[in-house]
């Protein structure tokens, strides 16, 4: 069983460089097609996301892996060297380059890969992006969440005043001592969509399938907020907690081996996607 993996380069509608990757397996094409969100300081090479897009290919799915186009990454793929472009990558930047991508997937050039349903799976902040995202688009048919975030308001009084005061803060990176810089621009586009980007407020309006998995040892997003997701929409949700998984279900970059708390949330994940798809089949018989 050999995993294809084709390029995908495009841009979005304010004309911003989007890059990613496609992994399938031909023999199960056409296929339903799983869009993965990365968090922020995250990339589509980062980790552990390479391995879940083969493990993905192999089980059915067609797997789309990208860079939004303000995370930082610029000709290395493995490295944030565009500090100036993370540090206005706003939430409104995000939903655009991830609605470019359904588009794409819809497109004439991407239909001889697709069965017609396209889950979205986000990691951390990228799971609030596909929350938004999957309210505002009918064409998203399910929607995986690891590790999200229940919430965008993350800055503390002290940093909302140093943004209005010097129209910056720095923000440290969990476990280094590296600074990454965020302008106001970001806050700005929080505070004048807050309404439209309140998650658990968004979640509570799906009527889609939802999986939310979580490591009970997350110390950057808790558990907590986990529980805020699955307490706003208990109809539609299934909820798996990770024992001993950290944030990042205890991979580092560059992944050496997968873990096996990292191997229990795409096991879980590609079973709830693929339920999804024997039950539909089923109905139609």
């Known amino acids: 069983m050999k ?6 380069s495009l841009r979005n509608a304010s004309g911003n460089k989007i890059t990613g990757d496609v992994h399938f397996v031909r023999d199960f094409l056409p296929a339903p097609v799983v869009i993965y969100s990365h968090g922020f ?5 980062w980790g552990f996301i390479p391995y879940v897009a083969d493990k993905f290919a192999e089980s059915g799915f067609v797997f789309v892996r990208f860079n939004f186009s303000h995370n930082g990454i610029g000709e290395n793929p493995n490295k944030i060297t565009e ?3 993370l540090a206005r990558n706003t939430i409104s930047k995000q939903i655009e380059d991830l609605t470019s ?3 794409y997937v819809f497109s004439d050039e991407f239909k001889i890969l697709t069965s017609g349903e396209v889950f979205l799976l986000g990691h951390s902040g990228g799971g609030g992006i596909s929350i938004i995202k999957a309210v505002e688009d ?3 048919k399910a929607l995986g969440l690891w590790a999200s975030i229940s919430t965008f308001r993350r800055y503390s009084r002290h940093q909302i005043e140093e943004l209005k005061k ?3 803060i720095f923000v440290r990176v969990p476990d280094s001592v590296i600074q990454i810089r965020v302008e106001k621009i970001v806050y700005d586009d929080f505070v004048e969509n807050q309404d439209r980007y309140d998650i658990t407020k968004a979640i509570s309006k799906l009527n889609i399938p939802i999986l939310i998995v979580h490591g009970t040892a997350d110390a950057i997003v808790p558990v907590v907020e986990a529980e805020q997701l699955r307490d706003a929409n208990p109809k539609h949700t299934n909820f798996i907690l990770i024992p001993e998984a950290n944030h990042l279900f205890n991979i580092k970059h560059p992944m050496e081996l997968p873990s096996k708390q990292l191997n229990m949330a795409i096991d879980v994940t590609i079973s709830f996607f693929k339920n999804l798809i024997e039950n539909k089949k089923a109905i139609k018989e």
């Open 83 to 85: 500090f100036d472009k």
């Open 138 to 140: 009918e064409r998203v």
């Open 166 to 168: 010097n129209g910056y």
């Open 3 to 8: 995993v294809e993996v084709k390029p995908l």
């Open 41 to 45: 300081l995250g990339f589509k090479d």
């Open 101 to 103: 991508v359904i588009d």
